[in-house]
């Protein structure tokens, strides 16, 4: 195990002794509007955004690198009444195609992923960035499929908490631009408080 995971899953353990933090904001407001089918949770921790989409999609795929994290999204899922099942990796592109109403966990290096072409009405992509990730994301979406994604910019250089390497900021702008293929349904940047860039994208559908 590295350090880094190491590092992460003492974080999750640790929040464990805490109530399960709210849902990001935008994912609460935007919920009534967003697709009803298979929906994707990328760097999913302990599932403040997965429980939230189980009470929506008919199925939800929830994919971390933390086993700690996905051990508490697992406990949570039961205790809140929702079927769950753990997924292999390897076997995640078929299992998606046959995926049943509930929780589908999968534990994964998110830098050495490979998503499943055309399989999710819905992505969430909460407070993570990995740029390789982008095209594969695009791929994953189902035409007229949705992506909501949030995550810090170098904004949040100037305030307290968030990452502090570049390299895990987005550059201003850049998330607007940064899925091509996708039209954008909303978009902003904000500097209060904290420095993030939120976007709602959907994928064209094939007859457009």
Known sequence: ???????????????????????????????????????????CGTGRHTLLLATHCESVTAIDWSGAALDILEDRSRKAKFPVRRVDVATMTESTKHSARGIQIVLADLEDLCLPAESFSLILCLEYLQRPLFAQI?????????????????????????????????DPGELRTAFPELHVLFYRELNAGQGIASLVAQKPNANC
């Open 1 to 43: 195990m590295s350090a880094k995971l190491a590092e992460w899953n003492a974080r999750y353990l640790e929040a464990t002794q805490k109530p399960l933090a709210e849902p990001a904001s935008i994912v609460s407001e935007w919920l009534p509007l967003l697709p009803t089918g298979n929906a994707l949770d990328v760097a």
């Open 138 to 170: 695009s791929s994953a979406l189902r035409p007229g499929g949705v992506l909501l994604m949030e995550t810090f910019t170098r904004g949040q250089l100037d305030f307290s908490g968030g990452p502090r390497n570049p390299a895990y900021l987005l």
